[in-house]
């Protein structure tokens, strides 16, 4: 029996994933499986694709950015419990808004030291080129979801 090497392996996999995920659109929304699960399908696939993940790079990859992804989630909900406290500035005192503002400061050093300590995460499980490219594929599929949603409103209005 012939041995596969990665890159073939790697190949079936995408091609697979892509199949599956096409496939699956709509048996996922027959399903009713939430939007947020069908965009974390969605987000798997267009990483690995654009960073090129080989499969022990997969493996390795994805349980940091998942841990990375809920603490990052934590920080962006207490971002949105600050924010609506701060709406409401017009009711807060002096002191509580000097609060207010110092957790915002505080929480921005949170976010910059989660990044920092996920770098150093992400250069012992990946190449450091796509550690790099992982910056701009992050960038990318924010652009993506964007365009996505646009397009959506404008289908959903017509």
Request: a positive charge; proline letters at 1%.
């Amino acid at each position: 029996m012939k041995k596969i090497n990665n890159k073939t392996r790697l190949a079936i996999g995408l091609l697979l994933l892509s199949f599956i995920l096409l496939e699956s659109n709509g048996y996922l929304r027959a399903q009713n499986v939430s939007r947020k699960e069908q965009l974390e399908s969605q987000k798997v696939a267009f990483f690995t694709k654009q960073l090129n993940l080989t499969v022990e790079e997969a493996q390795s990859f994805w349980p940091v950015y998942n841990e990375y992804q809920r603490k990052n989630d934590e920080l962006n909900s207490k971002r949105r419990q600050l924010l609506s406290q701060l709406g409401n500035e017009t009711h807060l005192s002096e002191k509580e808004l000097t609060v207010l503002a110092d957790n915002y400061i505080i929480l921005q050093t949170d976010e910059a030291k989660l990044a920092s300590q996920y770098h150093e995460k992400f250069k012992t499980v990946l190449p450091i080129r796509k550690v790099i490219a992982y910056y701009r594929v992050e960038q990318k599929y924010k652009r993506f979801l964007l365009q996505q949603f646009q397009k959506n409103r404008k289908t959903d209005n017509n």
